[in-house]
């Protein structure tokens, strides 16, 4: 009897893993091909120095962290592209993720115009990128500029010129249109909740704001944490639209590292002699992001998960 | 009569506002742009305003109101291939129509060539308990943190030699990755339906396949939806990768890029570069008008509705 | 439910498309032109990129071309003559992704802001030595393409086997551009006593152009007299322009960099050829600034100089050129408040800024000038045809002029010495399908005769040497007229060094970086224009920057 239990277990286990296997295999194999086949230059290109006019690489397997670390100590721009970087993450992952629940739980209580709402938070994921910069730009730089002049008679400079307005307005753009696919999927997650635990909320006189904090945000914090998760991974590879907006005309103290990679090797004048060095600041930012990775993981999801 | 309970909540109003002001802010620059498209080149750019020192209505209600932007935009809203006919070579003309079937080939397709994947892998990582799976999870974050440098000369060549570059079906094998966030919210979803509902089937002789396809899958069916929808709207906005990877398949995207950035005089005009724009982004616009309800999905990834 | 519907849909939907697609012969799209190639003609295909240049100046040589050869048989067996298929397009054919992809289906390229080495490396392009080196005897030219080429840009493109695989296409020169009829009419032109002259003073043009100043060449009868001969009458001529209720400058607030570049010319114009193209070989003697101290009434400032030998080993010590100091300083001064801007900074497209500049004319703010590139006029037809449909007049109509350099002082009037930021060549594909036809083309397009119309119809130069005659010079506009005239009486500083150093660290070197990068109070700047605006550095401050950014990285690039 136990014998024949175990073996149709042990049958089940087998059944399982050629089960696991056929559903792994075809997605590895793409990945085998289309990325470690594809990529292994470019990732060896961080231990390797490039010669521009023979066009080789050649082993170096320290040349590009040095280098990189002189930028670190003895520059501002890497230190600046850091700081930006972190910056832009608290501002679109935090400030404009809460934007995102609070927005979510208005369309999920169902208030006053919220179907009405959700169309528009979610129609700048819907119009292609280049629209919005084109239109977001005009009414930064002239509309809004044109209006005070004609209407007020005072002028004033464009937003997206000059220190004081143009990070801010960056940030404001990136939050302004990262809206959408948080909207669907946090309130997605809200309809999810059972009606019966709200109903004891209520039965139990919570307000408004205790149901949000203390009942609808907790059960939604795994979707969240998901979401948390993956922005910390993409840290540096975000450019914040910037070059959207400015193409390589960025001062230094507004890069962020997403910029940064994306100018060492897509500037024309630098051509492909800053891609070893570049390959170099890819891994190293990996080596900081993925273990942040981790730990906030481990920080949202708790410890049973790892 | 019964006094309501229902105090409006100080979080709906302040809330509300919010929202309102951030409909706002995105009415008046789309409603610019519709207005410009609507006016004529001589209106926007020479009419004299008084109270402006520029010349052109680019601030204010239209005087007068022309569909001509739309008709020019339609008229030059095609891209020229050469191809092999008959033996010689030869050329053809994609129009915005022909262009939206390739965008459709091109968003559709990849759409569900990444939503399968990341959704086989996100299932197999979930829900089987092997040390591969934990492998899977760590090395998607890695992918998603490292920036790549420089491949795309590597990638080209590769699907030179598979004898899928320029094709559809190789530019949705290429696509056909899971290293993204999808996995992990895929991931996360399979990871929260409680590992009880495969033991009962199993117990019930129900093999993995139909464990997978019958009972755990149409649980994250909402999920599946909507990460399908998502990619499918950012891949009908992609040019960049369209434009190097199939050229000779032109897709909308990549005719909006063009149209932007053509010297013809007839175009070289805000009103009608913009209104070039909103003939490609009407599609995906009224798509989303339609499907909208259906967005509201179902997805969880906190725990099953009782 | 509803989600297998959906999925249902899109299946269908793609199914569909897919069977559509592929049914079709020509991949989804309506045959136009069967015979796009004239199969009873040697034919070859021309890309070329469809910017500042615009391509009517190549339609125009192909239909020479293809007169001039109309009888030939010698380019394909049994074919007589010859047939070009042009490709001009704005997205496919500039920047890193044409190289980047390595794939090329057209024969010859006309590209910009690519790099030259990249398609080199990517085994892209043709060895064209025997073009470049050829004679071009057929085309009653003595000698070759090399004898026209600059010997910087020579060294540098031959630099990996002494192989020629590109041609330098045209000059990226940036600068201002004036309106002429702006400054006859209000009287923006200096005469000899260093007052301001107007046309309608005087009886007619000739009188009017006899009473101008010499201007900064020095010389009477010359395309610059009357303009500003030195910095402080070019701040002079600003003051003049906001008295009289106009604007000295329109520029493009977006790109602030064209503002940047067009400064690069006036550091090199005082350097003088010779001393500012040490900046690419790092070879020679050098004079620098040993001490810069400003003066409150002049521009020109006491400056203590020492000679210095340049090698690679301290080639930061040239950014010490004191032509560099003034180039910011002029920057500074006519950028570095709202004074000649207008009252605010901008925040506009670069296409945006030319229209405004041109249609100006016709609204109550008018603008004297234009920060931009060269080919800005060219760039601009749209608003030019616009401007002709609303207020009839004509491109032609308008006349425009480079300005030229100002001088440090009287004393140092002379011709100019330019800096073209180029990054634009032409090549044939590797894998071209009638090489022979292919080479003919491009040295039929290098002859002085071509060359020659190619200004007269883009306003632009070409980057080698040549003449261009009194027929195209009178086809030209008026600004392509004053361009002409400037760049037969200058030299030319080009952006390319077959340095060592510059050849390892090719970034570093780039022009945009060699010339703008600073460090100031420890922090590292890019962007001058910004520096000035915000108040985040001096001009003389920016200019120790410069220094002593490159001396801090000196050591590394060495290495």
């Known amino acids: ?306 | ?306 | 439910m509803k989600h297998k519907k959906l999925f249902t849909l899109m299946a269908t939907v793609l199914m569909t498309t897919t069977a559509m697609s592929t049914l079709s012969s020509c991949g989804g799209g309506t045959i136009i032109d069967n015979n796009t190639e004239d199969v009873t003609k040697a034919n070859i295909s021309v890309a070329t990129f469809d910017g500042g240049v615009g391509h009517a100046w190549l339609e125009d040589a192909v239909a020479r071309f293809e007169a001039k050869y109309a009888t030939a048989t010698d380019f394909e067996a049994g074919k007589t003559g010859v047939k070009i298929n042009i490709d001009p397009d704005k997205t496919k054919y500039a920047g890193n992704t044409l190289a980047e992809s390595g794939v090329l289906n057209k024969d010859i390229y006309f590209t910009e802001a690519v790099d030259y080495y990249t398609f080199v490396n990517n085994n892209m392009v043709a060895d064209i030595t025997d073009v470049v080196k050829g004679s071009l005897s057929a085309y009653g030219e003595s000698g070759t393409i090399e004898d026209k080429l600059d010997p910087t840009t020579k060294s540098f493109m031959t630099a990996k086997d002494g192989k020629y695989y590109m041609i330098p296409f045209y000059d990226g020169f940036y600068g201002f551009t004036y309106d002429v009829d702006l400054f006859e009419e209000e009287g923006f032109y200096f005469d000899d006593d260093g007052d301001f002259i107007r046309l309608s003073d005087f009886a007619n043009a000739n009188e009017f152009n006899a009473a101008k100043s010499n201007g900064p060449d020095g010389k009477p009868n010359t395309y610059d007299d009357g303009l500003p001969a030195t910095y402080d009458q070019m701040i002079e001529l600003c003051d003049q322009i906001v008295s009289k209720g106009f604007v000295p400058f329109m520029y493009s607030g977006n790109y602030p960099g064209y503002v940047n570049r067009s400064f690069f010319s006036w550091a090199a114009d005082y350097e003088g050829y010779d001393n500012f193209s040490l900046n690419n070989s790092f070879s020679g003697t050098a004079r620098l600034a040993k001490s810069i101290t400003e003066n409150a009434n002049k521009i020109e400032a006491t400056i203590e100089f020492e000679d210095m030998d340049i090698s690679e080993a301290n080639g930061y010590e040239l950014q010490r050129q004191a032509g560099k100091y003034y180039a910011l300083k002029m920057q500074e001064e006519l950028f570095g408040s709202t004074k000649y801007i207008g009252g605010s900074f901008n925040g506009l497209d670069y296409t945006v800024a030319q229209s405004d500049f041109i249609k100006s004319k016709y609204s109550t703010k008018r603008y004297a000038m234009l920060a931009e590139g060269v080919w800005w006029e060219n760039e601009a037809t749209p608003t030019f045809v616009e401007l002709e449909n609303q207020k009839g007049e004509k491109k032609s109509d308008r006349r425009f002029g480079f300005l030229p350099v100002p001088k440090v002082n009287e004393a140092a009037a002379g011709d100019q010495t330019m800096f073209s930021v180029n990054s634009s060549f032409g090549f044939i594909n590797k894998n071209c399908s009638n090489m022979k036809l292919a080479k003919e083309f491009m040295l039929f397009l290098h002859t002085d005769a071509e060359m020659s119309k190619f200004s007269a119809k883009t306003s632009i130069p070409r980057s080698l040497q040549y003449e261009v005659t009194a027929a195209d010079r009178a086809s030209a506009t008026y600004y392509g007229q004053t361009l002409i005239d400037m760049r037969s009486s200058s030299k030319v500083v080009y952006p390319y060094s077959a340095a060592n150093i510059a050849i390892k660290n090719q970034a570093h070197f780039e022009k945009d970086n060699w010339l703008g990068l600073a460090n100031i109070n420890g922090k590292d700047l890019n962007n001058a224009f910004n520096a000035f605006k915000d108040g985040k550095a001096t001009a003389l401050e920016y200019f120790k920057g410069l220094y002593t950014y490159q001396q801090g990285k000196w050591g590394s690039l060495t290495k």
């Not at chain 2, 129009?95 to 939206?100: L, P």
């Not at chain 2, 998607?140 to 790549?148: E, G, R």
């Open chain 1, 1 to 306: 009897m136990e014998v024949t239990k175990l073996k149709r277990k042990r049958v089940r286990d087998v059944g399982d893993l050629i089960f696991y296997i056929c559903l792994v295999a075809l997605p590895l194999l793409q990945v085998v091909i289309f990325y470690f086949y594809v990529n292994l230059n470019s990732f060896a290109m961080a231990f390797q120095t490039y010669d521009q006019i023979a066009g080789t690489f050649k082993w170096d397997l320290g040349a590009n962290f040095s280098r990189l670390w002189q930028e670190l100590t003895k520059s501002t721009i890497l230190r600046d592209a850091f700081l930006n970087s972190l910056y832009v993450w608290v501002l679109t992952a935090i400030f404009g993720r809460l934007l995102a629940i609070l927005f979510s739980y208005y369309i999920y209580k169902k208030w006053i115009f919220s179907k009405f709402f959700k169309f528009f938070l979610f129609l700048p994921s819907v119009l292609p990128g280049i629209l919005m910069v084109i239109v977001f730009k005009f009414f930064a730089n002239e509309a809004i500029p044109g209006y005070i002049s004609e209407l007020l008679r005072k002028t004033i400079n464009p937003l997206l010129i000059g220190s004081k307005t143009l990070m801010p307005t960056i940030y404001f753009y990136n939050i302004w249109v990262s809206f959408g696919g948080q909207i669907l999927i946090y309130t997605g997650a809200m309809d999810q909740i059972s009606p019966d635990i709200i109903e004891a909320g209520k039965v139990d006189g919570v307000k408004t704001y205790q149901e949000l904090f203390f009942i609808v945000v907790p059960m939604i914090l795994p979707t969240v944490a998901t979401f948390m998760i993956a922005s910390v991974a993409m840290l540096f590879t975000d450019q914040a639209s910037l070059y959207a907006f400015f193409g390589d005309g960025v001062d230094y103290e507004n890069y962020t590292i997403g910029y940064y990679l994306f100018e060492l090797v897509n500037r024309v004048g630098n051509g492909k002699s800053m891609y070893t060095y570049a390959s170099a600041l890819g891994i190293v930012c990996t080596m900081i992001a993925f273990p942040l990775t981790l730990l906030v993981r481990r920080l949202l999801e708790g410890k049973e998960e790892q």
């Open chain 2, 1 to 306: 009569m019964r006094k309501t309970n229902k105090k409006v909540s100080a979080l709906a109003i302040v809330l509300g506002v919010v929202l309102g002001l951030y409909v706002i802010s995105l009415i008046l620059p789309l409603l610019w742009m519709l207005l410009t498209t609507l006016k004529s080149v001589s209106e926007y750019e020479f009419m004299e305003m008084p109270n402006s020192d520029r010349l052109g209505n680019m601030l204010w209600w239209p005087r007068g109101i022309t569909f001509n932007n739309y008709a020019t935009a339609y008229k030059y809203f095609y891209i020229d291939i050469d191809v092999i006919h008959n033996g010689q070579l030869a050329t053809a003309r994609f129009n915005i129509f022909q262009q939206f079937i390739n965008s459709i080939l091109y968003s559709l397709g990849c759409a569900a060539a990444v939503t399968v994947t990341s959704l086989m892998m996100g299932y197999a990582a979930a829900r089987f308990k092997y040390k591969f799976s934990k492998f899977i999870y760590a090395f998607v974050l890695v992918a998603l943190s490292l920036p790549i440098v420089g491949s795309m000369p590597s990638e080209i060549a590769t699907a030179q030699k598979l004898g899928i570059f320029d094709t559809f079906g190789g530019i949705w094998i290429m696509r056909a990755s899971f290293l993204n966030t999808y996995f992990l919210i895929f991931y996360a979803q399979f990871k929260m339906i409680p590992m009880d509902y495969t033991e009962a089937a199993k117990i019930d002789g129900a093999n993995p396949l139909t464990i997978m396809l019958k009972i755990i899958v149409p649980l994250a069916a909402g999920t599946t939806s909507t990460i399908f929808v998502l990619n499918f709207i950012a891949l009908w906005n992609d040019f960049q990768i369209p434009m190097v990877y199939l050229p000779s398949h032109p897709v909308a995207a990549y005719g909006m890029y063009r149209f932007q950035n053509t010297a013809i005089v007839e175009i070289a005009h805000t009103p009608t570069r913009l209104a070039g724009i909103c003939l490609m982004a009407l599609p995906i616009v009224v798509f989303y008008g339609i499907f909208n309800k259906k967005l509201n999905v179902n997805l969880s990834v906190g725990g099953i509705k009782g």
